[in-house]
């Protein structure tokens, strides 16, 4: 098994960018994939195969690949986009592992 | 569009047991795997149990083996995970999701919670 790295927290303002990035040398061979989480809410899926948006999430949302990292971006942050987010990955050996998460805070 | 209902959650004492039901409705229930994550109070998010469609093969995160089971009844489009021995660290909110060719966690309920205490 591995672990995926994510920092704690990112705070932007609104109408800024937010990047949220994530890593492991895994991330090199496997797809890594978003997940958003809000209290009390079904987690959501925003970002899949590293640069796949899910249909009904907007279009600031947007991922990117490079070597061991990839990262979530956020354009344009709003309120609502303050959530907790996971990234997460497949292992070979039929297991699945998240990160840590990363608090989203939008002052 | 695709519905996950969690139920079965509540209170128990270290070394009891419940079953976590998620009814599916939506998709063609028969057709895709499904898996059980969790999050601890203050935590982040820990796969816990997955199954195949049509219930053939199981696999659980260390820390459960032996202790939970998970199962599905497709007639009635639902999926379970009966825990037992359950211990101080079993309490979560616990998420039944739905995989897919394209994502491992397409759809996710809205999660029961679990609580174990004495």
């Known amino acids: 098994s591995y672990e995926l790295t994510q920092p704690p927290s990112v705070s932007v303002s609104p109408g800024q960018t937010a990047r949220i990035t994530c890593s492991a040398d895994v991330l090199a061979k496997q797809y890594a994939f978003w997940y958003q989480l809000k209290p009390g809410q079904a987690p959501v899926l925003v970002m899949y195969k590293d640069t796949e948006r899910p249909s009904g999430i907007p279009e600031r949302f947007s991922g990117s690949s490079s070597g061991t990292t990839v990262t979530l971006t956020i354009s344009g942050v709003q309120a609502e986009d303050e959530a907790d987010y996971y990234c997460q990955s497949p292992d070979n050996s039929a297991l699945w592992v998240f990160g840590g998460g990363t608090k989203l805070t939008v002052l | 569009q695709v519905q996950l209902v969690e139920s079965g959650g509540g209170v128990v004492q270290p070394g009891g047991s419940l079953r976590l039901s998620c009814v599916a409705s939506g998709f063609t229930f028969n057709n895709y795997g499904m898996h059980w994550v969790r999050r601890a109070p203050g935590k982040g998010l820990q796969w816990v149990t997955f199954i195949r469609f049509d219930g053939s093969k199981k696999y659980y995160t260390d820390s459960v083996k032996g202790r939970f089971t998970i199962s599905r009844d497709n007639s009635k489009n639902t999926l379970y995970l009966q825990m037992n021995r359950l211990r101080p660290e079993d309490t979560a909110v616990y998420y039944c999701?739905?995989?897919?060719?394209?994502?491992?966690?397409?759809?996710w309920g809205q999660g029961t919670r679990v609580t174990v205490s004495a």
């Open positions: 999701a739905k995989d897919s060719a394209e994502a491992e966690f397409e759809y």
